[in-house]
């Protein structure tokens, strides 16, 4: 059973990121080119339906600036109907990608772009924040300033109740009371009156219409696949508890399916609005589905009311969770010190990319690229390769340390001195490991140079997978030919 603790804990960290995700569904929809109606429906159906089919609990998904950026061009350019049929193919393809283990690959992301992908996002969580401070009256900015005083001051006297919902009840009120005129939720779209119906976009079964929304659809589905995993490992290290990364993989999938077929412009995992939902203190699935189910009451049942809410109040909430995402012990000057460069670079390469193409997908793959090109210069540093004469002068032993691979048996071939050797040399390989073809070859190429000088190399001290590998490829390689 749920105590009543925890069940008001998650009933009001569902109102604060339902209230939280109008205005961004709001705004995606308009990103998208799509009316705000099909954003707000999205954000409802993803959230309900991936609190019962999704990996990780107190997770919130709904529609996001990665995916409306992915799939923009479709509604640009062929119109709403193969929009939603776009949406619907992504999922499809998730519960593919889902089911084949992509999620496994989460475990070749190293912690160094982690990091990178977190500041990324803080930044533009903060940076989207900012169209709504420019072009206002004076007045929104002490408002703001009163949001997040109430927001950083609050917690200390009580966290009976999310500092963020009083603060934007409180500032409504203030506004309210007083009329002034600034911003509200009101101005930033039309709020539906009515609940979403079913949907099935009218396009062509054909060749044609696949060969136009298959791109856009694989691309969306990467994409929130990557946000969502990668935002779930967030939640996972914050509550110190795992989730299931293949469940969620799919789970997104079907969820995208079920909102496409409803009308919605699709999404996935989002930070900002997990993080509000996981900072107030939620943690299970209960939090998840009640934000879907309020926002659906607020805008269609309360919408005259949600209307008038200032957006200086959200905009507050979001500057306050884009410094509560931002890492900031990764930029600490004792931090960078000790950290190896290469791991600074790698964040930062992160940070630069997904900020420049506001694309969460492409900061990582770019991240996570340069992180192996790093390491693997570093590790090609660390192979030794030492030489002594044996039996009287007769044969010469090399001892060669480290792991071999392309990177660092590129530069093998030239560690021996096949002039001077005598007519007998023994490599010794027991303290090192064949990784690839790339060795094969640059092994095959030293005995050929041995033997071009009419002397014999023989390579020892293999273990059982190196020596697999050598035997199987050896000779077949064309190496040193």
């Known amino acids: 059973m749920t105590s009543p603790t925890v069940l008001r804990t998650e009933v009001l960290a569902g109102l604060v990121v339902a209230l939280a995700l109008i205005p961004e569904a709001i705004s995606f929809s308009i990103i998208a080119g799509v009316d705000p109606r099909v954003g707000l429906f999205a954000s409802f159906t993803m959230a309900v339906s991936i609190a019962f089919l999704g990996g990780r609990p107190a997770m919130i998904s709904a529609a ?8 923009a061009p479709v509604a640009r350019q062929y119109g709403l109907d ?31 772009v982690m990091v990178g992908f977190v500041n990324a996002l803080a930044i533009l969580i903060f940076t989207s924040q900012l169209p709504h401070l420019q072009g206002v009256p004076w007045i929104v900015y002490p408002l ?25 009840v409180v500032i409504t009120v203030a506004v309210v009371a007083t009329g002034l005129l600034v911003p509200n939720v009101g101005d930033e779209g039309t709020l539906p009156d009515s609940l979403p119906a079913l949907f099935f976009p009218n396009v062509p079964l054909t060749y044609e219409t696949l060969r136009i ?17 990668m935002t779930a490992k967030l939640v996972d290290d914050i509550t110190d508890t795992r989730s299931h990364k293949t469940r969620e993989s799919w789970g997104q ?42 926002l659906l009451i607020l805008v269609v049942g309360l919408g005259d009311v949600v209307a008038i809410i200032p957006m200086a109040a959200l905009v507050a909430v ?3 969770v884009a410094v509560g995402t931002f890492d900031w012990h990764s930029v600490r000057w004792n931090t960078l010190r000790r950290m190896p460069k290469s791991e600074t670079i790698v964040m930062v390469s992160t940070v630069v990319v997904v900020v420049a193409t506001h694309n969460l997908a492409i900061g990582v793959v770019v991240g996570v690229l340069v992180a192996a090109l790093l390491f693997a210069r570093r590790v090609a540093h660390l192979v030794d390769v030492t030489g002594e004469l044996e039996q009287d002068g007769r044969v010469r032993r090399y001892r060669v340390h480290g792991s071999l691979f392309f990177a660092s048996s590129n530069d093998l071939v030239y560690q021996f001195d096949y002039a001077e050797d005598p007519d007998e040399v023994v490599i010794d390989l027991s303290n090192a490991h064949v990784w690839d073809a790339s060795t094969v070859a640059s092994l095959d190429a030293i005995t050929t140079k041995y033997a071009a000088k009419g002397k014999h190399a023989t390579i020892t001290g293999l273990n059982q997978a190196s020596a697999q590998r050598y035997e199987r490829l050896a000779g077949h390689l064309g190496g040193g030919h």
């Open 82 to 112: 193969y929009f939603i049929a776009t949406v619907i193919l992504a999922g499809a393809f998730q519960v593919v990608l889902g089911l084949l283990g992509v999620a496994r690959l989460m475990r070749f992301i190293p912690r160094s």
């Open 144 to 168: 703001v300033a009163a949001g997040i005083a109430i927001m950083v001051f609050l917690p200390k006297l009580t966290t009976v109740v999310p500092a963020p919902l009083i603060a934007i």
């Open 213 to 229: 929304i298959a791109p856009y659809a694989f691309a969306m589905a990467l994409v929130g696949l990557m946000e969502s995993l």
């Open 253 to 294: 999938g079907a969820a995208n399916v079920i909102t496409g077929f409803f009308g919605g412009m699709g999404g996935c995992a989002m930070i900002g609005q997990t993080m509000i939902n996981v900072r107030s203190g939620a943690r299970t699935r209960l939090s998840t589905f009640l934000a879907g189910l309020f």
């Open 318 to 320: 979001m500057i306050m």
């Open 64 to 71: 996001t600036g990665a995916i409306a950026l992915v799939i």
